[in-house]
């Protein structure tokens, strides 16, 4: 994207509506695949505005995927996660920026967990894998 038109396009949007789209950038970066964002802000008393999830193949792609996140967020936003869950494991890693919390998981954890189904009532939005 053109850095003028990319400029114009983030000032449109909230901070964290940007910060979710650039989470979206780095999953792509690594081939994340089932990238849903949940729009948490209508729901009272949720905890933060969105959730940006995705599954990896395997314990190297879930790890991949959150380096790729980080270093993306560090580059394009300057923001690091103010917390950071499960990178020992690589089962299901928890990435929090506070506004946005990434759920990157290994696939057959993401179907046991199931987090879509538990908020239900966010808005939800399922981004094409680039294959």
Same mark, same amino acid.
């Given at each position: 994207m053109h850095?003028?038109?990319k400029i114009w396009f983030y000032m449109a949007k909230s901070d964290s509506e940007v910060l979710s789209d650039v989470i979206v950038e780095g999953m792509q970066e690594n081939k994340a695949e089932d990238i849903t964002v949940l729009d948490l802000r209508h729901i009272p008393g949720a *905890?933060?505005?969105f959730f940006v999830?995705?599954?990896?193949d395997s314990n190297t792609h879930v790890e991949g995927i959150t380096n790729a996140v980080k270093r993306h967020v560090r580059k394009e936003l300057k923001e690091r996660p103010w917390n950071e869950e499960g990178k020992n494991n690589a089962i299901w890693v928890l990435l929090d920026y506070v506004d946005? *919390?990434?759920h990157i998981f290994y696939k057959e954890a993401r179907e046991f967990y199931d987090i879509e189904d538990?908020?239900?009532d966010?808005?939800?939005k399922d981004i094409p894998n680039l294959s």
């Open positions: 850095l003028v038109n *905890v933060t505005d999830i995705c599954s990896g946005v *919390v990434v538990l908020w239900a966010a808005k939800r």
